[in-house]
């Protein structure tokens, strides 16, 4: 069984529009992240949250907003999209204190 | 600033050779070291990481060579085989509990039968 799910596994949108992006992990992990990879920047850090709270931010753009709504959810809604918002978005795990990080098997999202 | 940097971008060995792979990094005060590969349409995997308190790890055919003072580290496939074919990224961390990973840019590894 997965133990991270993302929804969807494949994403197409338009320019301007607004997606949501799931993330669930199964791990028992209290610290959840999501990252970004694409032809650019390969593995870029976005978000780090820990017990629903928002740890660390290293996207510049506010159109970026994860969710937290579960202790095992961190959703990434994204507005106003763009072409360059075309990438693989993982979303990973850890146990705080651990090191190692859970990758989940990503959403594909492509922005025409 | 890029916090990680990788090399070689791409890297082509024979079967049965060693494949190197190399990493350094700026913050001295990272502590945890991993690499992970990727295989395509597959997401990141943990292979083997490293702290600081030791310059060599090893696991199988996977060794990690770790230069403090350079803040250098390296990735060491011995005996390649077909099936190590994958890119390879390092990463480095403050590890307080949650981890913000920087990620070098990938090494693209082909192992030739």
């Known amino acids: 069984d997965p133990k991270i799910i993302q929804k969807p596994k494949y994403l197409v949108a338009v320019t301007g529009s607004e997606k949501i992006l799931i993330c669930e992990q199964y791990l028992g992990h209290n610290a959840m992240y999501w990252y970004r990879q694409s032809a650019k920047k390969p593995l870029e850090f976005m978000f780090s949250?820990?017990?629903?709270?928002?740890?660390d931010n290293q996207t510049a753009s506010s159109r970026f907003q994860p969710q937290s709504s579960k202790k095992n959810h961190l959703d990434l809604q994204i507005t106003a999209l763009k072409p360059d918002d075309s990438a693989t978005y993982f979303c990973?795990?850890?146990?705080?204190?651990?090191?190692?990080?859970?990758f989940g098997p990503g959403t594909r999202l492509t922005v025409l | 600033q890029q916090q990680v940097r990788q090399s070689p971008q791409s890297l082509t060995v024979w079967e049965g050779e060693t494949a190197i792979l190399n990493c350094s990094y700026e913050d001295s005060t990272f502590d945890y070291f991993p690499w992970y590969h990727q295989f395509p349409g597959e997401s990141p995997a943990l292979l083997i990481a490293i702290r600081p308190v030791s310059n060599k790890k090893e696991d199988g055919r996977f060794t990690i060579f770790f230069n403090k003072r350079e803040k250098k580290f390296s990735l060491h496939i011995a005996d390649s085989q077909p099936g190590d074919s994958a890119t390879y990224f390092c990463?480095?961390?403050?590890?307080?509990?949650?981890?913000?990973?920087?990620f070098g840019k990938g090494t693209s590894l082909t192992v030739i039968p």
């Open positions: 949250y820990s017990y629903q709270k928002l740890m």
């Open positions: 990463a480095a961390t403050l590890n307080t509990g949650y981890q913000n990973f920087y």
């Open positions: 990973a795990s850890s146990q705080i204190g651990g090191a190692e990080q859970f």
